[in-house]
């Protein structure tokens, strides 16, 4: 059994482990793919967002908001269509309204009461600040 008393800090993923990604991600490209004449289930759409994803963080570092964009040109080039730019910045657009998971804020500021809690993401500062406002809870560090 795990000793809590030692520790001072937890760190958290924040997307997919605090905040429902997946819900977020689907509302985004679901529409999107839709109106290209694209129908594929949930399942399908999150393992091409894997494969994509996965691909483009390969080589040198690019801000996260860059990697969704070009996710989005990704679908476009495996189906067959041109996103616009207001398409391509729909995903990265949509973190702002992604939504934790039901239980994530009343645990957090119970876990604030006894702890520093941190966030260790890829994501960029200012999608984070978008979702930061959804935890409800200041985070001692985000990295």
């Not at 839709?34 to 399942?43: C, I, N, P």
Request: charged share 30%.
């Amino acid at each position: 059994m795990l000793d809590f008393e030692r520790y001072e800090a937890l760190t958290f993923d924040c997307y997919g482990t605090l905040v429902d990604w997946e819900t977020g991600m689907l509302g985004a490209l679901k529409p999107l793919l839709a109106q290209h004449g694209v129908e594929l289930d949930d399942d399908a759409i999150l393992d091409l967002f894997a494969e994509f994803e996965a691909e483009l963080e390969q080589g040198e570092y690019k801000p996260y908001r860059q990697v969704l964009e070009q996710v989005v040109q990704k679908f476009g080039e495996r189906f067959g269509f041109s996103p616009s730019e207001a398409e391509k910045s729909a995903l990265p657009n949509s973190i702002q309204q992604w939504l934790p998971f039901s239980d994530t804020v009343d645990a957090l500021k119970a876990l604030k009461q006894k702890y520093k809690l941190v966030i260790l993401s890829n994501v960029d500062d200012d999608l984070f600040a978008d979702t930061a406002k959804h935890l409800q809870v200041p985070f001692d560090d985000v990295r």
